[in-house]
């Protein structure tokens, strides 16, 4: 396995030191007032209103160990294609036992776009009804750069073919970087997707405008910092952050899923387990047991009607910390697991396992 750098998000930023190796609420619980007054009681929204929150993982369709090409630059081994069996194992598994009701599925032209057509219809085919699927595109390269992932007429093709075949209402775009200049691009994708704009990866200080109607939160940093989940609560960039990030965002119209945790950082360097200025894939540790309860619970608290859609996860960091042979290696990472339908039970199951958790018990309308 070659390796190289990988991006991790702090929720404020990007750190460049790691190896690489639902549908929107309206409940008049959700008001910061209501949602509060639940919290007081151990509940977290009405059983109904907390069904019909999004459950989401981002995860690269092509569930591949290398997705290099296309994301860091055009100079990298094309990735291979995954076969129907490994994409019905992932479904079963990321709708079943993770309890997702959403995907965002990513693609960077790490093989080619007829390549990615069909597995974009494997993926439907094997999906129940009740998982959304959700085409999430990479626009710009992590190059020196920011070489664009397609040309003009590719995306226009994409996007077309997406519209009739995986997804007519929604198309999401994915970045990690805060601010980038995407638009020549997003306005190509906004005359095909008008309405249905996504954007994942959003940073806390980004702004989610028009033309997209939804955003799925990056909180790394806030919900990572703290070694004990004591130390969180009373550090200004844990539990602080993560609730002034929620209030920011009631002010805005669209609604917005937050991210759940499955990386954190090294927290043996750091008395209090505080951002320890690297991201490395071979140092990198599970945030303490129970911190994403602790965040969920926090962020139904918190939020408002108009401003919230649930909550979503990003597997894609989980896969690149999980290669590392300081983690679990490529013969035992998560993608693995996935393709081969298997449980995962690697160095990061833990947290991966209390955010399915979290998931089942929204379901059910019991979580609290």
Same mark, same amino acid.
């Given at each position: 396995?070659?390796?190289?750098?990988?991006?991790? /998000?702090?929720?404020?930023?990007?750190?460049?030191?790691?190896?690489?190796?639902?549908?929107?609420? #309206? $409940?008049?619980?959700? %008001? &910061?007032?209501?949602?509060?007054?639940?919290?007081?009681?151990?509940?977290?929204?009405?059983? $109904?209103?907390? /069904?019909?929150?999004?459950? $989401?993982?981002?995860?690269?369709?092509?569930?591949?160990?290398?997705?290099?090409?296309?994301?860091?630059?055009?100079?990298?081994?094309?990735?291979?294609?995954?076969?129907?069996?490994?994409?019905?194992?992932?479904? +079963?598994?990321? =709708?079943?036992?993770?309890?997702?009701?959403?995907?965002?599925?990513? *693609?960077?032209?790490?093989?080619?776009?007829?390549?990615?057509?069909?597995?974009?219809?494997?993926?439907?085919?094997?999906?129940?009804?009740?998982?959304?699927?959700?085409?999430?595109?990479?626009?710009?390269?992590?190059?020196?750069?920011? &070489?664009?992932?397609?040309?003009?007429?590719?995306?226009?093709?994409? %996007? /077309?073919? #997406?519209?009739?075949?995986?997804?007519?209402?929604?198309?999401?775009?994915?970045?990690?970087?805060?601010?980038?200049?995407?638009?020549?691009?997003?306005?190509?994708? @906004?005359?095909?997707?008008?309405?249905?704009?996504? +954007?994942?990866?959003?940073?806390?200080?980004?702004?989610?405008?028009?033309?997209?109607?939804?955003?799925?939160?990056?909180?790394?940093?806030?919900?990572?910092?703290?070694?004990?989940?004591?130390?969180?609560?009373?550090?200004?960039?844990?539990?602080?952050?993560?609730?002034?990030?929620?209030?920011?965002?009631?002010?805005?119209?669209?609604?917005?899923?937050?991210?759940?945790? !499955?990386?954190?950082?090294?927290?043996?360097?750091?008395?209090?387990?505080? *951002?320890?200025?690297?991201?490395?894939?071979?140092?990198?540790?599970?945030?303490?047991?129970?911190?994403?309860?602790?965040?969920?619970?926090?962020?139904?608290?918190?939020?408002?009607?108009?401003?919230?859609?649930?909550? @979503?996860?990003?597997?894609?960091?989980?896969?690149?910390? !999980?290669?590392?042979?300081?983690?679990?290696? =490529?013969? +035992?990472?998560?993608? $693995?697991?996935?393709?081969?339908?298997?449980?995962?039970?690697?160095?990061?199951?833990?947290?991966?396992?209390?955010?399915?958790?979290?998931?089942?018990?929204?379901?059910?309308?019991?979580?609290?």
């Amino acid at each position: 396995m070659v390796l190289g750098k990988m991006k991790v /998000r702090l929720g404020r930023g990007i750190v460049a030191y790691c190896m690489f190796a639902g549908v929107m609420l #309206f $409940s008049s619980c959700a %008001s &910061t007032v209501c949602a509060k007054k639940h919290a007081e009681k151990g509940e977290y929204f009405s059983p $109904s209103a907390q /069904r019909r929150l999004e459950r $989401s993982y981002w995860v690269n369709a092509s569930l591949s160990d290398d997705a290099r090409k296309g994301y860091w630059g055009s100079d990298f081994p094309t990735a291979p294609v995954p076969s129907p069996s490994q994409i019905k194992n992932a479904v +079963r598994l990321l =709708a079943g036992a993770y309890g997702a009701n959403r995907l965002y599925l990513i *693609y960077n032209h790490e093989y080619s776009i007829d390549q990615a057509e069909s597995v974009y219809r494997y993926w439907k085919k094997y999906s129940p009804p009740t998982l959304d699927l959700v085409p999430s595109l990479l626009l710009l390269m992590y190059d020196h750069n920011q &070489t664009p992932v397609f040309t003009q007429s590719e995306l226009i093709w994409l %996007s /077309r073919f #997406f519209l009739s075949n995986i997804n007519p209402r929604e198309l999401a775009i994915y970045d990690v970087y805060q601010n980038r200049d995407m638009k020549k691009w997003v306005d190509i994708l @906004s005359r095909v997707y008008p309405h249905g704009l996504i +954007r994942v990866g959003l940073q806390p200080d980004e702004t989610l405008s028009a033309p997209f109607v939804r955003g799925v939160q990056d909180t790394w940093s806030g919900i990572c910092t703290g070694k004990s989940n004591k130390d969180w609560g009373r550090l200004p960039g844990g539990e602080a952050t993560l609730r002034k990030w929620v209030i920011a965002r009631n002010s805005e119209n669209a609604p917005v899923s937050w991210d759940l945790i !499955s990386v954190a950082w090294d927290y043996l360097t750091t008395k209090d387990g505080v *951002y320890p200025g690297y991201d490395d894939a071979n140092r990198n540790m599970p945030p303490p047991q129970g911190r994403n309860k602790l965040a969920a619970r926090l962020i139904l608290s918190a939020t408002t009607e108009k401003s919230f859609a649930g909550f @979503s996860s990003d597997l894609f960091i989980l896969e690149a910390n !999980s290669l590392s042979p300081e983690r679990d290696g =490529a013969s +035992r990472s998560f993608y $693995s697991s996935l393709r081969s339908g298997k449980w995962y039970e690697g160095y990061f199951h833990t947290p991966l396992n209390e955010i399915a958790e979290i998931y089942h018990a929204l379901a059910k309308g019991k979580f609290h």
